[in-house]
């Protein structure tokens, strides 16, 4: 982002980084194959496509370990890092405490403290050389839970002890898998099958391997899991013991290589076929034929692969999941979506007639003759049936399973059906293409231009909570006066989104309207065209020909929501258009907090219970500073020299699990009133 504007040097440039919803954890229940994978390799910045560890500091930033050197990545840019000049083959990653990162490479280990590390350019380091010739590669470096640093080289286990001080503690083994036990205890593959270090001596377990049956030497990783079980990654497959019970998890017939639990309780397993996480007893995969060298699960809960040649390889769960012909339905052009007071979630779908939900699968209702196919709307009338408008056929009533004519012209002024409303007085309204029908009573009537209606295209109803009918057609809004329909606002193509906070929405072309109480609209934003909208959890949700909106914390007067966010394909849907044709309703909400959402490509889904109810303020750094054309480094703030003509601040914010979502906007303090928006490309601010 380049951002120019006249200024005086000594005002102050404040950023911010606009709300994003973070990234979904991987939920343990969620299919594999519904999860998203982004791929990132040296076209996108990497050092190098051999990747050895991963690790994500407390400041956010994601650190890659390479044999062509250390890459850092703030979610959108990699950057190398070089160490006196140095590339170095790293070979593991940890932050102590104190927040210093540690390296484990091939000429010792390089601490950076955490202050350098913070600063833009290369980092300067302290270096540490262990074994006997000081020329010790180190394997593995790790934290115990009492601050304690290890470092696994090919001679033996070492411990820092403070200073420059790191002493031998197991010597005679090579060392590239450190695990620490409930008790402290660090657990180390050998030839022999593992070496427990109890603190005061090593304690060697060559049973595991007769009892697993396999080679001595075929034990490549003892990981002890938060629940008290030890996972065995053999040559042979993957073991867990519990107890005395030992099982082995799906099946001996290719190696396991290293198991890793994320803070979401799964568990994921590299192996000699990809990656695969364990569901009961079985493996499920993950990413198939990825050679994987480290696993990592960053705060949001996504995945991070560090892949043999492959790359880097992102798993995320997707906030949207979608609903399609391969779920049930007959048809992925899904017209309304109903939740009835039983709790049954129902879908009309573009002739593909309605299914129920059962849980997990749509189940379409026989219709034989096909008479309620192209169903456009759906509705639940007082006895608890459900009705459904339809194109040609007028209304059907489901009751007990059977679906029956129930409304069709000439009764009706017309046989498409737009959609219906029941109303608490024991109404029905049916919106038709030739006029409007009221059912009370037994007793039908018919609303037509003499009635005053603006159009008989009624195409959208809502009763809002004062007892207000509104009716629109395809050239205004009416209101329900006594009655007769009163023309309310005279403009075309109006489409009722609902009531929120007392107040009627209104889509028109040109934007969206507010109508409070009858009065004139105001304009608001159009906020991705929407079509539909609702209520839940304090957020407002829309759903538009752009995606699905969700708002948080909206005042209205103030036009545009600062927290908001939407969801497009990138979060899951098939397409980020979401369906229009009628009334619908087009978003509903089931008893299990899920938000269901038609769309022109499936029924989209959205879990709200697992959705963060904190929108994420992603952390803003300085990647650059030129100050009189040049480069320096800010450290913890920048004085500008009298007579600074020429000032030039680079700027990122981190965020691994959603940067698509990010919003970035500046302000000058003493030069602008507002916030301005900076775009989705960020980079440089020059005065």
Known sequence: MRVRRKMKLASALA???????????????????????????TEDGLAANVINDILQTRNGFLWIATYAGLTRFDGQRFTPVAFQKLILNVHSIAEGPDGDLWLGTSTGVFRISQRVLEEPGDPRATVYHLGPRGDE?????????????????????????????????????????????????????????????????????????????????????????RQG?????????????LGETQTNIGGEAEPAYETYQDTNGNYWISGGKGVFRVRGDVLEAVATHVTCRALFADRDGGLWIGANGDGLVHIQDRAVHMFTTADGLRSNVVMAALTTRSGKLWVASNCGGIAWLDGERFHPLPDKDHRADCALSLAEDDNGDVLVG?????????????????????????????????????????????????????????????????????????????????????????????????????????????????????????GVSRVAGGQAPVALPPLGYPFAMIAASNDLWLAGLQGITRIQRWEPDRGMPADYTLFTKDDGMQSAECTNTGMGPHMTITRDGRLWVTTVQGLAMIDLPRLSRVAGKPVVYVRDTVVGRKPQRPGDGLVLAPGTSHLELAFEPIELSAPQRIRMQDRLDGVDDDWLDAGMEFGTFRE
Request: glycine share 12%; charged share 20%; hydrophobic share 40%.
């Open 229 to 241: 079980a030890l996972w065995f990654s053999t040559a042979r497959g993957l073991f867990r013991q």
């Open 15 to 41: 950023l911010l980084a606009a709300a994003a919803c973070p990234g979904l954890a991987l939920d343990p229940q969620s299919p594999a194959s519904s999860y998203r994978r982004t791929t990132f390799t």
């Open 390 to 510: 339809t194109y040609g056929a007028g209304v059907f009533r489901l009751h007990d399973g059977v679906l029956t004519p129930f409304l069709n012209t000439p009764a009706l002024p017309g046989d498409t059906v737009n959609g219906i409303l029941s109303t608490h007085d024991g109404s029905l309204w049916i919106a038709t293409k030739r006029g409007l029908a009221r059912l009370r009573d037994g007793q039908l009537r018919t609303y037509t231009t003499a009635e005053v209606l603006s159009d008989v295209n009624v195409v959208g109803l809502v009763k809002d909570s004062r007892g207000t009918l509104w009716a629109a057609a395809q050239t205004g809004v009416d209101q329900l006066v006594g009655d007769r329909f009163s023309e309310v606002i005279s403009r075309g193509v109006p489409i009722i989104l609902g009531e929120y906070h007392g107040n009627i929405y209104i889509r028109f072309v040109d």
């Open 137 to 225: 590669t180190v394997w593995r470096v790790r934290f115990g839970r009492d601050g304690r640093l290890w470092a696994g080289t090919r001679r033996g286990l070492y411990r820092w002890n403070g200073g420059s001080d790191f002493s031998p503690v197991v010597s005679g083994l090579e060392v590239n898998r450190i695990e620490e036990a409930p008790d402290g205890h660090i657990l180390i593959p050998n030839s022999k099958g593992y070496v427990e270090w109890d603190g005061a001596r090593a304690v060697d377990h060559p049973e595991i391997a007769r009892q697993l049956g396999i080679k001595s030497n075929e034990v490549f990783q003892v990981f002890p899991d």
